[in-house]
């Protein structure tokens, strides 16, 4: 069992840089890929950036260039580093656990956090 709780959402302006945190509970974490999706209001769920656990990274199209995503096995936390936010970012973003190689679909992840809210005003 793996439970994920988010962090480090809130209001920024365009252009500026947030980071998310996804803490997780149990001792096989390292071994679960983690991903990144985001939803906003009457949208579809999107991918947005995971990461294997040897450390290899995957990211939607969207967010290249702008969010990284890295992991610390010691503490068992995910981050989502997000610079030159842009309003169109605005959306609950959700961190998720799975067993496979950094899907980026979402009904691959078994778990999944409670989500953190990221609002960037223009």
């Known amino acids: 069992q793996v439970q994920l709780v988010e962090s480090g959402g809130g209001l920024v302006q365009a252009g500026g840089s947030l980071r998310l945190s996804c803490a997780a509970s149990g001792r096989t974490f390292r071994f679960y890929a983690v991903g990144w999706f985001r939803q906003a209001p009457g949208k579809v769920r999107e991918f947005v950036a995971a990461?294997?656990?040897?450390?290899?990274?995957r990211y939607g199209d969207s967010v290249k260039g702008r969010f990284t995503i890295s992991r610390d096995n010691a503490k068992n936390t995910v981050y989502l580093q997000m610079n030159s936010l842009k309003p169109e970012d605005t959306a609950v973003y959700y961190c998720?656990?799975?067993?496979?190689?950094?899907?980026?679909?979402?009904?691959?992840?078994?778990?999944w956090g409670q989500g953190t809210q990221v609002t960037v005003s223009s």
């Open positions: 990461i294997g656990w040897s450390g290899g990274t």
């Open positions: 998720a656990a799975g067993q496979r190689d950094m899907p980026v679909t979402a009904v691959e992840y078994g778990y």
